[in-house]
T-cell receptor
Framework: NAGVTQTPKFRVLKTGQSMTLLCAQD?????MYWYRQDPGMGLRLIHY???????AKGEVPDGYNVSRLKKQNFLLGLESAAPSQTSVYFC?????????????FGPGTRLLVL | QQPVQSPQAVILREGEDAVINCSSS?????VHWYRQKHGEAPVFLMI?????EQKGHEKISASFNEKKQQSSLYLTASQLSYSGTYFC????????????FGSGTKLNVKP
């Protein structure tokens, strides 16, 4: 069991470039989440999914898009990266809604936008 | 919507106790507590649900005061391994599936 994995681990982008972050889980979890964590701050929810084919906006969705075509994968896209999107991105998953059990977090993706 | 944590930072000697507080302006359905070490992902500690009992995990326990929309994390006889940043995460009544984290409490346990 790999748990929750994230690809890539680190990336440097120039302003205006696009990229996709991949989150994969092998625990058959229904719920998946994307968070960003800025230095010295807590995590903020970007988007989440309650099942295959579904997505919903979180607290800070602007500038990001997501897709959940397969149950095990949750993709986060940046269409036109901005320096304000420099952050550490964490993916998480859970079998039931987060309110009822733990979220399992991936190791994070460090993104630097120049 | 983000809960407020206090204090922002705590320095302890090994064996001392600490309390970390988390409060919300909205009615809470659940409160989660996580610990994050530098450069690592958050690690789950415990969940407290509305109407649920106080939870405990070894020397770490927590309470949830529904009337005050507050939760407290109690660390007793702290160990060096307790060092890290503690986050509370909250889900408010009627806003399910959306999770809001506090800004964290940095705990440093010294020998």
């Amino acid at each position: 069991n790999a748990g929750v994995t994230q690809t890539p681990k680190f990336r440097v982008l120039k302003t205006g470039q696009s990229m996709t972050l991949l989150c994969a889980q092998d625990m058959n979890h229904e719920y998946m989440y994307w968070y960003r964590q800025d230095p010295g701050m807590g995590l903020r929810l970007i988007h989440y999914s309650v099942g295959e084919g579904t997505t919903a906006k979180g607290e800070v969705p602007d500038g990001y898009n997501v897709s959940r075509l397969k149950k095990q994968n949750f993709l986060l896209g940046l269409e036109s990266a901005a320096p304000s999107q420099t952050s550490v991105y964490f993916c998480a998953s859970s079998y039931r809604p987060a309110s009822r059990e733990t979220q399992y977090f991936g190791p994070g993706t460090r993104l630097l936008v120049l | 919507q983000q809960p407020v944590q206090s204090p922002q930072a705590v320095i302890l000697r090994e064996g001392e106790d600490a309390v970390i507080n988390c409060s919300s302006s909205k009615a809470l359905y659940s409160v989660h507590w996580y610990r994050q070490k530098h450069g690592e992902a958050p690690v789950f500690l415990m969940i407290l649900l509305k109407g649920g009992e106080q939870k405990g995990h070894e020397k770490i326990s927590a309470s949830f005061n529904e009337k005050k929309q507050q939760s407290s994390l109690y660390l007793t006889a702290s160990q060096l391994s307790y060092s890290g940043t503690y986050f509370c995460g909250t889900e408010t009544v009627g806003d399910f599936n959306k999770f809001y984290f506090g800004s964290g409490t940095k705990l440093n346990v010294k020998p």
